[in-house]
T-cell receptor
Framework: DVKVTQSSRYLVKRTGEKVFLECVQD?????MFWYRQDPGLGLRLIYFSYDVKMKEKGDIPEGYSVSREKKERFSLILESASTNQTSMYLC?????????????FGQGTRLTVV | AQKVTQAQTEISVVEKEDVTLDCVYETRDTTYYLFWYKQPPSGELVFLIR??????QNEISGRYSWNFQKSTSSFNFTITASQVVDSAVYFCALSEALTGGGNKLTFGTGTQLKVEL
């Protein structure tokens, strides 16, 4: 089975802190994604990556950056956390760039910025 | 732009009732895929089914069935004889082709299903 593991289930950070959310997948998937999930808004795509060292902006990239130095690892970075970034963050991976490939998700990180 | 609408925010049913979750989508693409995912209280989204735009054949898998109608841009999901373990948030999603190659998923806002004893 595909396993997507996010480093933390819950995080509490202070406004202005630099925050790293880590995600690792163990099935050699090409694609990795970061979403945030908010009530009434569903899942919104922040960034994604089709290959090592490459990244593409999603629908809401402002205030975030990403890093993919190894194929299995995709990090989301909040350069200076703000209270409006309090949310559930979901990492996902998929096998390749085909439209029919399903995404596999991690368990989510609930981030609270105080 | 692609859009997925799940008008039902929350549905409550009693165990053993049948329940249908609605999904309406918008796209200009002629080739696309539709997905349903389930998010139980544990938080991890689980893939349930995919359908491509050329396959309108409806399917039944155990207690689950899907009704895809291109004419109305709908991809509805039915659970027969619901169980408490079906309680979760269900997301409909549309696969969108990107100009640079590859694709991304556009999700609806989700429907919270509560199945009570």
């Amino acid at each position: 089975d595909v396993k997507v593991t996010q480093s933390s289930r819950y995080l509490v950070k202070r406004t202005g802190e630099k925050v790293f959310l880590e995600c690792v997948q163990d099935m050699d998937h090409e694609n990795m994604f970061w979403y945030r999930q908010d009530p009434g808004l569903g899942l919104r795509l922040i960034y994604f990556s089709y290959d090592v060292k490459m990244k593409e902006k999603g629908d809401i990239p402002e205030g975030y950056s990403v890093s993919r130095e190894k194929k299995e690892r995709f990090s989301l970075i909040l350069e200076s956390a703000s209270t409006n970034q309090t949310s559930m963050y979901l990492c996902a991976s998929s096998l390749n760039r085909g439209m029919n490939t399903e995404a596999f998700f991690g368990q989510g990180t609930r981030l609270t910025v105080v | 732009a692609q859009k997925v609408t799940q008008a039902q925010t929350e549905i409550s049913v009693v165990e053993k009732e049948d329940v249908t979750l609605d999904c309406v989508y918008e796209t200009r693409d002629t080739t696309y895929y539709l997905f349903w995912y389930k998010q139980p209280p544990s938080g991890e989204l689980v893939f349930l089914i995919r359908r491509n735009s050329f396959d309108e054949q409806n399917e039944i898998s155990g207690r689950y069935s899907w009704n895809f109608q291109k004419s109305t841009s709908s991809f509805n999901f039915t659970i027969t004889a619901s169980q408490v373990v079906d309680s979760a948030v269900y997301f409909c999603a549309l696969s969108e082709a990107l100009t640079g190659g590859g694709n991304k998923l556009t999700f609806g806002t989700g429907t919270q299903l509560k199945v009570e004893l």
